[in-house]
């Protein structure tokens, strides 16, 4: 099993920006990629940004290019999101998942291809 946990989640006002962590533990070695997702108020859950290994290939939602980045530090086994220009619309709940096994940069944005989820941390953007 690995256990996530995120951090980072606040209220900023539009134009800020914000650095969400996600701390992996357990058998992390079984992981090859991690992701962010995020559910808005009253809608879906929405893929928001990817990272495979190894290579650390990324991937992005069209709506956070330009402005969100996702890195990794190996050693800490932590992933994080750098949100900058934050929007209202960004206002959501973000989830950190991880995948184990063989990936495909096609399924990267599939949420039912993510083993592991943490407990999701609240973003709240205000114009």
């Known amino acids: 099993q690995v256990q996530l946990v995120e951090s980072g989640g606040g209220l900023v006002q539009a134009g800020d920006s914000l650095r969400l962590s996600c701390a992996a533990s357990?058998?992390?070695?079984?992981?090859?990629?991690m992701g962010w997702f995020r559910r808005p108020p009253g809608k879906e859950r929405e893929f928001v940004t990817a990272i495979r290994w190894p290579g650390s290939s990324t991937y992005y939602a069209d709506s956070v290019k330009g402005r969100f980045t996702i890195s990794r530090d190996n050693a800490k086994s932590t992933v994080y999101l750098q949100m900058n220009s934050l929007k209202p619309e960004d206002t959501a709940v973000y989830y950190c998942?991880?995948?184990?096994?063989?990936?495909?940069?096609?399924?990267?944005?599939?949420?039912?291809?993510?083993?592991?989820w943490g407990q999701g941390t609240q973003v709240t953007v205000s114009s």
């Open positions: 998942a991880a995948r184990r096994g063989i990936t495909t940069a096609q399924t990267m944005n599939v949420s039912d291809a993510y083993d592991y």
């Open positions: 357990g058998r992390t070695y079984s992981t090859s990629a």
